[in-house]
């Protein structure tokens, strides 16, 4: 029987037009796009974590944790200038981080702990309304758990609200029993006066205002509509060439009077202007001199891994060599939300609800089903 059907199966898939033998064998993939963005984002902060010292400049300030805090200041004690590191300096340097966006997660740790019994949620909360007037549902960006653009969040409020952060930090340290400041709150202060680190963290949202936000707004639709994927080949060309622009022209997004018609990817406003206006801000205060060098080295990265991260898209593939009636046919989601994010899993929870309540009916059914034949089995046998 199984020869018999493989014979007719092949008989009736050579007698196939080219057209549907097409639209069988197609096999296609897309990666989701809030990965692609996110692995950008990683791309771009790495290469500009490296070229600080490339460029023989101060990089950011170490920001060590508690175990490896106390060798990494005696190793940065100017009296132990030229001394060689012992083996275990040497280890605590090395396993030492910095930048912006180990400052944005420790600020995440302090103001928004997924641990609420840790940090100053509430009362950083309550100072923030008492000062602007915001209402209780803000929250600092969560960046201890796996939020897309949350880093970037943190930096755009902190630098936003920078002196308030920098007063409110003051103020915990003296408002202690005991006067002072724990490991983190130390490596969140001396990081908000950083030079190298402020600049790091204004590159983070100058990429996020200008490639982030507005690549989010395309690929995940109007909300109505799903986008299929397989129909962004050209927008993520879009999304490298306009990469390619700012680092050929970064004045496009750093100089005072940078317009959001020429420096973001859609040509729309900024998501934040007030984050835009800390950035200009601390440039007219020389408190972020080598932004340009930064958000150079920021897009250059970025822009290297978005290449690496649209590859399906390449010209000649097999995305770009269907036909718009393939696409649709092999319709895809431009991201995984739906999987991922909570509150796209609503719908799919409430469905496996119901199932779960039929499968308990179903079963409390089936039992009394069984004791009552069961009974009446024993009745039979008993007569």
């Known amino acids: 029987m199984d020869d018999l059907k493989l014979e007719i199966g092949k008989e009736i898939h050579e007698s196939l037009t080219q057209e549907a033998l097409d639209a069988l064998n197609l096999f296609v993939w897309a990666g989701c796009c809030m990965h692609k963005d996110q692995n950008s984002f990683k791309g771009g902060a790495d290469a500009m974590g490296s070229c600080w010292e490339g460029n023989g400049l101060a990089p950011p ?24 590191l012992t083996k275990e300096e040497a280890a605590a340097i090395a396993a030492t981080t910095r930048g912006g966006v180990k400052a944005s997660a420790l600020a995440g740790a302090l103001f928004n702990n997924k641990d609420d019994k840790k940090g100053y949620g509430d009362t950083h909360l309550s100072h923030l309304m008492t000062e602007f007037g915001l209402k209780e549902t803000h929250r600092f960006p969560d960046t201890s758990n796996t939020r897309f653009n949350s880093h970037a969040e943190a930096a755009a409020e902190l630098l936003k609200r920078l002196e308030f952060y920098l007063r409110f930090l003051e103020d915990v340290k003296f408002r202690k029993q005991k006067p002072g400041w724990t490991n983190i709150e130390l490596n969140l202060f001396n990081a908000l006066n950083d030079t190298s680190t402020l600049t790091e963290l204004a590159t983070m949202v100058l990429y996020s205002q200008s490639i982030t936000h507005p690549y989010l707004r395309v690929v995940r639709g109007s909300g109505k509509n799903t986008v299929n994927v397989l129909n962004l080949g050209a927008f993520h060309k879009d999304v490298r060439e306009h990469c390619q622009k700012i680092i050929d022209t970064p004045a496009l997004l750093i100089s005072e009077d940078a317009d959001y018609a020429t420096a973001t990817l859609d040509g729309k406003p900024w998501e934040d202007g007030n984050s835009i206006s800390a950035i200009r801000q601390l440039q007219k205060q020389d ?3 080598h932004l340009r060098l930064a958000v150079i080295a920021f897009f250059q990265g970025a822009i290297t891994t978005w290449v690496r991260f649209s590859s399906e898209f390449a010209p000649g593939g097999t995305i770009d060599k269907m ?33 779960s309540i039929h499968w308990r009916k179903t079963y409390k059914h089936c039992s009394s089903a069984n004791d009552l034949l069961s009974a009446i089995s024993g009745q039979s046998d008993r007569g």
């Open 323 to 355: 036909t718009l009636e393939e696409r649709d046919l092999a319709w895809m989601p431009a991201t995984n939300d739906v999987n991922e994010g909570a509150l796209a899993l609503l719908p799919l929870a409430k469905r496996l609800l119901k199932v």
């Open 61 to 84: 300030i170490l920001l060590a944790n508690k175990a490896n805090a106390a060798k990494v200041r005696e190793v940065l004690n100017p009296s132990r200038r030229n001394q060689p």
């Open 287 to 289: 408190k972020i001199p």
